[in-house]
């Protein structure tokens, strides 16, 4: 593709460029202005209440500890996302949406997983890679409790996709339907005792280092008698003093790597 700069060495790069420019302004218009998108049918918008305010904090916590640990040697492709509260209409109770998703990679694989409450309209799903409970919510989060739940785990067939499917507790997100939530300070705590999986084949993404000796180590190096099955070896007889060397200079040579 022609670049800008490439296009200003030798033709008038002004149409192309100030086309290029717009089309990026505008999406960038758009990707600033959704939260307002959402209430472009309000006649007039109010602050939430409190009580929506904790519903909100309470779905939004408990949606991003149901969300799997990024796997042992993985990382996170982008940062985590869930709807913030904004600005609700008059006359319109929880007026907003309720979702959490966070992007996974591991190996070049990448997986996206994504966890809801009260979609207006359910999935349909196949209950190994997506699944839902509890039953449509058309008016949202009106009721300010939970109707339903679904979640989804999206991306190629990978160790790392298998990983997190399984990383979905199940019981977990039934056990909110029509009853409240977990406080925002329960939902932390769990997410912070979440364990990572070890996914199969994690370890070949980057070499094992060289194993050094620790503070242990000496003792561990320290050579046993050896013994011969046929001759076994005399009571009193001393160790052979080549592996005890042996041992010595190892550590010598590690202690100088380090300047010890």
């Known amino acids: 593709m022609i670049t800008c700069a490439e296009l200003a060495m030798g033709l008038d790069a002004k149409p192309l460029c100030s086309s ?18 959402a209430s472009a049918d309000c006649v007039d918008t109010r602050k939430a ?8 904090s309470r ?14 040697g993985g990382k996170l492709q982008q940062s985590d996302t869930v709807p913030t509260l904004g600005v609700q209409c008059k ?32 999935p349909a799903t196949d209950n190994i890679l997506s699944a839902a409970y509890g039953s449509a919510s058309p008016n949202g989060n ?22 997190l499917v399984d990383s979905i507790d199940r019981t977990r997100l039934q056990s909110w339907l029509g009853k409240p939530l977990p406080s925002v300070a329960e939902s932390k705590a769990l997410a912070a005792q979440a364990v990572p999986a070890t996914v199969a084949g994690a ?25 011969s099955p046929s001759a076994p070896a005399a009571a009193g ?24």
């Open 142 to 163: 009106a009721a300010l409790k939970v109707n339903n739940v679904v979640w989804s785990v999206t991306g190629s067939d990978s160790p790392l996709r298998q990983a």
């Open 91 to 122: 006359g319109v109770t929880g007026d907003f949406r309720l979702e959490a998703t966070r992007w996974y990679e591991l190996n070049w694989r990448k997986s996206i997983v994504t966890v809801a409450i009260n979609v207006t309209r359910l």
């Open 59 to 72: 779905a939004a916590a408990a949606l991003m500890a149901a969300l799997p640990p990024v796997p042992v």
């Open 237 to 260: 007889q001393a160790a052979d003093p080549e592996p005890v060397k042996d041992a010595v200079d190892a550590i010598n040579k590690v202690r100088g790597l380090f300047g010890r």
């Open 20 to 37: 290029r420019r717009r089309w990026a302004a505008g999406i960038a218009v758009l990707a600033l202005g959704w939260p307002f998108l």
């Open 49 to 56: 209440t409190a009580a929506e305010v904790d519903f909100h």
């Open 203 to 227: 370890a070949a993404a980057a070499p094992a280092g060289p194993t050094l000796p620790g503070p242990t180590s000496q003792a561990a190096a320290q050579p046993v008698t050896r013994t």
